[in-house]
């Protein structure tokens, strides 16, 4: 008797605890995870303005993307959507403060004025993104 209540309740609790880990990361297909930038480079002037040793990184999940230098605590979250040609980065918060802040803020991560990217390259591995000024090349990790 004590052995049946015993696989009843761990029935109960494989039941309860699997739902609870479905993966919800895979709605954005190869855009989602995590991205170092390798090379920023100036359209204009074809120069690069940054490598992957500047250490910025793009996390993608769901309908938000974060913003990160380092291993800094602190970072940017930003909600944003995206067809196959175009990412569109909208309200973003300054983490660990919650502040509300403008587009212009992630600037030093490549982000143009108007939050708009072309996509002009994504595979699993591989991501290039531009704006009218800039081409930003992208490794998942």
């Not at 109960?12 to 170092?36: H, S, Y």
């Not at 204009?44 to 999940?61: E, F, G, L, W």
């Not at 600037?107 to 993104?129: C, E, K, N, W």
Request: hydrophobic share 35%; aromatic share 12%; glycine share 6%.
């Amino acid at each position: 008797m004590r052995k049946t209540i015993l696989y009843i309740l761990w029935g109960m609790l494989i039941l309860t605890v699997f739902p609870a880990c479905d993966r919800k990361t895979d709605e954005n297909g190869d855009l989602d995870g995590m991205w170092q930038l390798t090379e920023w480079r100036n359209r204009a002037t074809n120069q690069v303005v940054k490598t992957k040793q500047d250490s910025i990184y793009y996390c993608v999940q769901l309908n938000l993307i974060k913003f990160q230098r380092g291993s800094r605590a602190s970072h940017y979250l930003s909600y944003f959507t995206h067809t196959p040609e175009e990412l569109t980065i909208g309200k973003t918060v300054f983490w660990p403060d919650d502040d509300v802040r403008p587009l212009g803020d992630l600037a030093p991560y490549g982000v143009a004025p108007d939050g708009r990217f072309h996509i002009d390259a994504l595979t699993g591995s591989h991501m290039q993104l531009s704006t009218a000024e800039n081409v930003l090349v992208f490794r998942k990790y």
